[in-house]
């Protein structure tokens, strides 16, 4: 999905025209129409629908634009209330038509507003935080949304005289059942549809709207997404193509999750829109097929499968993002956030396994006791911002001297620590050479009166020697090299101090 600019995503209600909220919401009441005599066509019994898109129009619809959306979906509500009573040759007068009609569309416009509102206040302008918990309250309280519109329909018919009491109960479940299906298959598309419409007709949104633009994904191009969902998609109508050709044989049910199993690897690869939009088609292909092959008496089946999709695809899309957040953490623990070095816990972790491995193998092993010189009176003289630019310069050249497997820590203030396995006393010596030559060789731009250098204690791990051992005698050996005028390095087993300067 593009990432909007910030700038342009949310306009101020004084730079809107009325014919941007006009256009929008005429759209709202058009599709809301659409929707509803769609839903006609997908009928499998008396007042019962494989699904009902107009809830899905009326939830993005109340999202987007808020409150302004409930007059053209109350209008359509009360204009399908009319068209139904005229189908279905209701013998209630026009005052009882009207009255239900009302019925139906107060119950059904406060549904999904309420719907709409909860998840919007539920989603943070950091959607990384938000996203698995309005996933599950969209999924909750969409389910609670869709009793309270199911009652309030079949409330609107039982009132107008065309349901008995009887028949009232019974309607409730798949009038439910198929408001439900289509807000968890289309809502959150539709959402990004009319969003799209409103950014086009410059009407103010708010700005939870766009949170979820920049999530991770585990991205595998459009290319390849051309090709998965033609695939999965042929996958679910063979699938019901096999039930409709033995519906006695119950086994044949499990192609069906065989193919949600499909939908949730796309769903987890792709991107959000990708995502939201084989959602759509997989559910419809669903709805449309089952029709077709006069599946009606499997309908509440299959669209408990429909639901389960929609529902998991949702948590599918929240793995990429989990996985993001997991490396963020990991770095937060083991990385200073300053310098990048490792943290002292995690050094002194990694550097005992690299001891034990060495003392296994019969391999050296070296340590490496770093100090930067003068950052107090960096800091004091030149400002904090200084001192840390001498810091992150300090490592950044010592990592470019240190080999791939060589571990460098930062444990407080100025100290820091290297631990270089497969490394003898002179070559431990030659790199902290290299190391301390680089940052003077930096430090003549560095800029501030005071410049940064490098102190090094060097000490190689004994037969018996444990982290604890080895990092005392590297940390006298940095001592030594202090005591000794700073800016050179101080080699612990041959008791010498070399000058750089």
Same mark, same amino acid.
């Given at each position: 999905?593009?990432?909007?600019?910030?700038?342009?995503?949310?306009?101020?209600?004084?730079?809107?025209?009325? !014919?941007?909220?006009?256009?929008? $919401?005429?759209?709202?009441?058009?599709?809301?129409?659409?929707?509803?005599?769609?839903?006609?066509?997908?009928?499998?019994?008396?007042?019962?629908?494989?699904?009902?898109?107009?809830?899905?129009?009326?939830?993005?619809?109340?999202?987007?634009?808020? %409150?302004?959306?409930?007059?053209?979906?109350?209008?359509?509500?009360?204009?399908?209330?009319?068209?139904?009573?005229?189908? =279905?040759?209701?013998?209630?007068?026009?005052?009882?038509?009207?009255?239900?009609?009302?019925?139906?569309?107060?119950?059904?416009?406060?549904?999904?507003?309420?719907?709409?509102?909860?998840?919007?206040?539920?989603?943070?302008?950091? @959607?990384?935080?938000?996203?698995?918990?309005?996933?599950?309250?969209?999924?909750?309280?969409?389910?609670? /949304?869709?009793?309270?519109?199911?009652? #309030?329909?079949? @409330?609107?018919?039982?009132?107008? #005289?065309?349901?008995?009491?009887?028949?009232?109960?019974?309607?409730?479940?798949? %009038?439910?059942?198929?408001?439900?299906?289509?807000?968890?298959?289309?809502?959150?598309?539709?959402?990004?549809?009319?969003?799209?419409?409103?950014?086009?007709?410059?009407?103010?949104?708010?700005?939870?709207?766009?949170?979820? *633009?920049?999530?991770?994904?585990?991205?595998?191009?459009?290319?390849?997404?051309?090709?998965?969902?033609? /695939?999965?998609?042929?996958?679910?109508?063979?699938?019901?193509?096999?039930?409709?050709?033995?519906?006695?044989?119950?086994?044949?049910?499990?192609?069906?999750?065989?193919?949600?199993?499909?939908?949730?690897?796309?769903?987890?690869?792709?991107?959000?829109?990708?995502?939201?939009?084989?959602?759509?088609?997989?559910?419809?292909?669903?709805?449309?097929?089952?029709?077709?092959?006069?599946?009606?008496?499997?309908?509440?089946?299959?669209?408990?499968?429909?639901?389960?999709?929609?529902?998991?695809?949702?948590?599918?899309?929240?793995?990429?993002?989990?996985?993001?957040?997991?490396?963020?953490?990991?770095? $937060?623990?083991?990385?200073?956030?300053?310098?990048?070095?490792?943290?002292?816990?995690?050094?002194?972790?990694?550097?005992?396994?690299?001891?034990?491995?060495? !003392?296994?193998?019969? !391999?050296?092993?070296?340590?490496?006791?770093?100090?930067?010189? =003068?950052?107090?009176?960096? =800091?004091?003289?030149?400002?904090?911002?200084?001192?840390?630019?001498?810091?992150?310069?300090?490592?950044?050249?010592?990592?470019?001297?240190?080999? *791939? =497997?060589?571990?460098? @820590?930062?444990?407080?203030?100025?100290?820091?620590?290297?631990?270089?396995?497969?490394?003898?006393?002179?070559?431990?010596?030659?790199?902290?050479?290299?190391?301390?030559?680089?940052?003077?060789?930096?430090?003549?731009?560095?800029?501030?009166?005071?410049?940064?250098?490098?102190?090094?204690?060097?000490?190689?791990?004994?037969?018996? *020697?444990?982290?604890?051992? $080895?990092?005392? !005698?590297?940390?006298?050996?940095?001592?030594?090299?202090?005591?000794? #005028?700073?800016?050179?390095?101080?080699?612990?087993?041959?008791?010498?101090?070399?000058?750089?300067?």
């Amino acid at each position: 999905m593009s990432v909007i600019p910030a700038e342009s995503r949310a306009l101020p209600a004084m730079r809107t025209h009325w !014919r941007g909220w006009a256009v929008c $919401l005429t759209a709202v009441l058009i599709l809301r129409c659409v929707a509803y005599y769609a839903s006609w066509l997908l009928e499998y019994g008396p007042y019962a629908s494989l699904w009902f898109p107009a809830a899905a129009i009326s939830f993005a619809a109340c999202a987007v634009f808020g %409150w302004r959306a409930l007059f053209p979906l109350a209008a359509a509500s009360l204009l399908g209330s009319l068209a139904a009573a005229e189908r =279905n040759a209701s013998s209630a007068s026009m005052i009882e038509i009207i009255y239900g009609g009302l019925l139906y569309a107060i119950f059904h416009c406060l549904a999904y507003y309420a719907l709409a509102r909860a998840v919007m206040r539920s989603l943070s302008s950091d @959607g990384r935080s938000s996203l698995p918990a309005s996933i599950t309250l969209f999924l909750v309280y969409g389910l609670v /949304a869709a009793v309270f519109a199911a009652c #309030g329909g079949v @409330g609107s018919y039982y009132a107008m #005289g065309d349901l008995s009491a009887d028949a009232a109960e019974r309607a409730i479940l798949p %009038w439910m059942i198929g408001d439900y299906t289509a807000i968890v298959a289309l809502g959150p598309l539709c959402l990004l549809g009319f969003r799209a419409l409103a950014q086009r007709m410059r009407v103010p949104m708010r700005d939870e709207l766009f949170a979820l *633009d920049d999530l991770p994904r585990l991205q595998t191009g459009s290319r390849w997404f051309a090709l998965k969902l033609p /695939a999965i998609l042929l996958a679910a109508s063979a699938a019901l193509w096999a039930i409709a050709s033995d519906p006695d044989y119950g086994p044949l049910i499990l192609l069906v999750f065989v193919t949600i199993v499909l939908q949730f690897w796309l769903v987890h690869t792709q991107t959000v829109l990708q995502s939201l939009v084989s959602i759509a088609l997989f559910d419809t292909t669903f709805v449309v097929l089952t029709r077709a092959f006069g599946l009606g008496e499997m309908a509440s089946t299959l669209q408990c499968a429909m639901i389960t999709l929609a529902a998991g695809s949702y948590f599918s899309m929240v793995l990429p993002m989990l996985y993001a957040r997991s490396e963020e953490l990991l770095k $937060l623990l083991t990385h200073d956030t300053l310098t990048g070095a490792h943290t002292r816990h995690f050094f002194v972790e990694m550097a005992e396994r690299t001891l034990r491995q060495s !003392r296994g193998h019969g !391999r050296p092993a070296s340590m490496l006791m770093i100090d930067l010189d =003068n950052l107090k009176r960096i =800091n004091d003289r030149d400002g904090h911002a200084a001192g840390d630019y001498a810091l992150t310069l300090m490592v950044r050249i010592c990592r470019k001297v240190l080999g *791939d =497997n060589d571990l460098l @820590g930062r444990l407080g203030g100025d100290e820091f620590c290297a631990m270089l396995p497969d490394c003898d006393p002179a070559q431990a010596a030659a790199t902290a050479q290299k190391m301390v030559d680089a940052v003077r060789a930096a430090a003549k731009a560095f800029p501030g009166e005071i410049k940064p250098s490098l102190s090094i204690g060097v000490a190689t791990a004994k037969g018996d *020697d444990d982290y604890e051992s $080895l990092w005392l !005698r590297a940390d006298t050996a940095l001592y030594v090299a202090k005591r000794s #005028g700073r800016n050179r390095i101080a080699q612990e087993e041959v008791a010498e101090i070399v000058r750089v300067d």
